[in-house]
């Protein structure tokens, strides 16, 4: 839920919109880049003020000397004194506890006598209610072991073997008798021995937090999508036949469970080659894709087509690739199954 990004530039005052660029140290250079969290109205919200690092510049070298301001206002944010929830304390902005119109965006600045380091923290708190709409996303297999992990504790737990989290399924506790999940203490994690289809859904893990003579509760919502390992229902046949100058075409049929379709992909390869480069003509093509919903499953089919089978067409494996993907920011392949199809000639009981 933390976007992060970065941007150089001239540091300016009433500055909204930012080209990216890079530019020479001059000893005047200033680096702005943006964090935003999200939290929840009457918990504790620790805002860190980082130190970048370029190859021209190192910020954590600076001598600590950092500012706090809320966007749009000239007054500075020091002590508690001037408010009782809010105040600087080192490189963190501390609310004890944060209201909603704490909302807003939060510019610290690291400065010595050569740079400026400016940072615009992006602030959003929203009611408890809305917990879901802010709440963390995160992936397991189906029918593998797995584990979901609180996020973004450790501003609040500087010693962490004295961690303790209480945990719930959609509102409901999860004792630590349970062989479904298992508690581990002085860790983030919750640990799932067999994760199920049914096991999706949102997850909370909650922390006690004393501060100063008072009792803070820190919440994180976690929303489990679990994914199923795609599987070709159909060829089931290593082999196919077809008569030379036929037209034909094969589909190939993938389960996915209840699984989003978008999270899968597949095509047909010709000697593990895509189609379209091996059938510069188009004699041979993928056709469009098919997302299907049967008794409530999901199932994806993408039908290979000859416009005519051709005597080169007996000597090429076509391959059905199915391959789950989660998150196009990391590339993963998370599960692939593969199956070999061979063209017969009619008249060949065997290829």
Known sequence: MHGLFFV???CTAGTSAFRLQQIKSTGKDHTVFFKHYYELHGEPVVLKCPSPRYKHLDFSALTPNITWYKNGSKTMISGKDEDPRIWAKGDALLFFPAMLEDSGVYICTRRNSSYCAEVAIHLTVVEKRAAREIAYLQILFTFTSGKIVCPELWDFTPNRTSLELKWYKDALPLEDDNEKFIILKGSTSLIMTSVLPTDAGYYTCKMSFPFEGAMYEVTRTIQLETIITPIIVYPTQKTTSAALGSKMTLPCKVFVGLSSHVHTDVEWL????????????????EGERQEIVENGENFIEVPLIFDSVEEVDFYTDFTC?????????????????VIIIRICKNNVKQC
């Open 321 to 337: 690739l199915a391959q789950n993907r989660y998150g196009y920011q990391f590339d993963c392949l998370f599960g692939i199954i």
């Open 8 to 10: 150089l530039v001239a």
């Open 270 to 285: 010709a000697n593990d080659t895509i189609v379209d480069v091996v059938y510069k003509q188009s004699r041979v093509t």
